[in-house]
């Protein structure tokens, strides 16, 4: 079956670094999405990661190992806005996202 | 019109009745989908198109049926509604249904079946 698992819930600090990891197990693999959904809205695009490594963009980055069905998304110096949810959707063999539930990052100040 | 929009934003249906959320892009885009998000669960993907003229089934196809007459277009419609129906539902498109679909979504339809 297919399969998305991440945190429920992660907690951080204006400022600072955190990671959201995702493990995931699908028919076939075409590469890995990351969206961020602020509560009430829609989800919106972050990054694509389709070969092995980092790829950055600006404060977000993203990794992909094919090979783990990992992945992670990496936020720098946290904004209260970054508050929201990420959702890690990997792409399966018919071309179709596999979204996990999703990790609701709450940033302190 | 810019990007992707819903209708309605909301709505309080009695079971039993039949419903159709519209959603309509102006990006030509070749892809669409209608998923539907309910708290503790992912995404789920209802029905897609590929193409104009073409439709296919998602996750959760039953109770659903969705046409798709034209780029534009993809209206979702409940037959006759039930109360596991209640959910928020995302129409998305996307320049092709295969590498690099980003997917951009409308502002959703928040749904409450009783």
């Known amino acids: 079956g297919q399969n998305i698992d991440q945190p429920t819930e992660m907690t951080a600090t204006e400022g600072a670094i955190v990671q959201i990891n995702c493990t995931y197990q699908?028919?076939?693999?075409?590469?890995l999405f990351w969206y961020q959904q602020h509560a009430g809205e829609a989800p919106t695009f972050l990054s694509y990661?389709?070969l092995d490594g980092l790829e950055e963009k600006g404060r977000f980055s993203s990794f992909l190992s094919r090979s783990k069905g990992y992945s992670y998304l990496l936020l720098k110096e946290l904004q209260m806005k970054d508050s929201a949810s990420y959702l890690c959707a990997p792409l399966d063999s018919n071309y179709q996202l596999i979204w996990g539930a999703g990790t609701k990052l709450i940033i302190k100040p | 019109i810019a990007g992707i929009t819903q209708a309605p934003t909301s709505q309080i249906l009695a079971a039993g009745r039949r419903m159709t959320l519209r959603c309509t892009q102006d990006m030509r885009h070749n892809a669409m989908y209608w998923y539907r998000q309910d708290l503790g669960l992912g995404l789920r993907l209802i029905h897609y198109s590929n193409t104009a003229g073409t439709t296919g089934k998602g996750e959760v196809p039953d109770g659903y049926s969705v046409s798709r007459a034209n780029t534009d277009d993809f209206p979702l419609t409940l037959a006759s509604a039930v109360p596991s129906q209640t959910s928020v539902y995302f129409c998305?498109?996307?320049?092709?249904?295969?590498?690099?679909?980003?997917?951009?979504f409308g502002p959703g339809t928040r749904l409450t079946v009783l």
């Open positions: 699908t028919s076939g693999f075409n590469g």
């Open positions: 998305a498109s996307s320049l092709t249904s295969g590498h690099l679909n980003e997917q951009f």
């Open positions: 990661n389709v």
